[in-house]
């Protein structure tokens, strides 16, 4: 099957719509709303994402599948702990898969990003574990502030810390890219140590 371009525009939408429609929906209504509203959202940003591509990406189908799973619960229960406990599930689920493919020597980040990033398998190794301890870290991180703090604190927290640390983490990354870049091993005497 052929797949059609995604402009830039569509692809941030797909990823971004979701998570600010739930902030929106939140703050003109209640969190019981926003989450029916990123519910319905993140289905039609993948229905978007398989148009393009023919294929469902492995990291957001896994995300809708827990967005539906803890989203339905929420809103059949009217209990809002099962929404707060989605991040914290994602990020342990992302946590363990890195991992277990690190114990049977695969790395699941390199098969993401090779993509956009051309690592020796060093490169991806150490990546796989910053990514791994990153999850560990938001999950343990979502779990202290919904269990202590405020909704209203909780949902900032989701939209704008948790992408800000992301963002943050990933921009910490670039020397880790640069130094075991394919290009740059190639450019570089193999005697050099790091």
């Given at each position: 099957m052929s797949t059609r371009k995604m402009h830039q525009g569509v692809k941030t939408a797909t990823e971004m719509g979701p998570i600010l429609v739930f902030f929106g929906f939140y703050y003109l209504y209640d969190l019981i709303t926003a989450t029916a509203a990123i519910m319905v959202t993140t289905i039609v940003a993948l229905a978007v994402s398989y148009y393009y591509e023919r294929k469902l990406p492995a990291m957001p189908l896994i995300t809708a599948i827990v967005v539906m799973v803890f989203g339905g619960l929420t809103l059949y229960l009217n209990d809002e702990t099962f929404i707060k406990l989605k991040p914290t599930i994602i990020y342990a689920l992302f946590a363990?898969?890195?991992g277990a493919g690190l114990a049977l020597g695969k790395s699941f980040v390199k098969i993401l990003f090779s993509n956009f990033w051309d690592l020796n398998d060093e490169g991806w190794k150490k990546l796989t574990v910053r990514l791994m301890l990153f999850f560990i870290g938001m999950a343990i991180a979502n779990e202290v502030i919904w269990r202590n703090f405020s909704t209203e604190l909780w949902v900032n927290a989701k939209v704008f810390g948790f992408t800000i640390a992301t963002f943050v983490f990933f921009m910490s990354q670039v020397p880790l890219i640069t130094r075991h870049?394919?290009?740059?091993?190639?450019?570089t005497d193999p005697s050099d140590s790091e």
């Open positions: 363990v898969t890195l870049g394919n290009a740059t091993n190639e450019e």
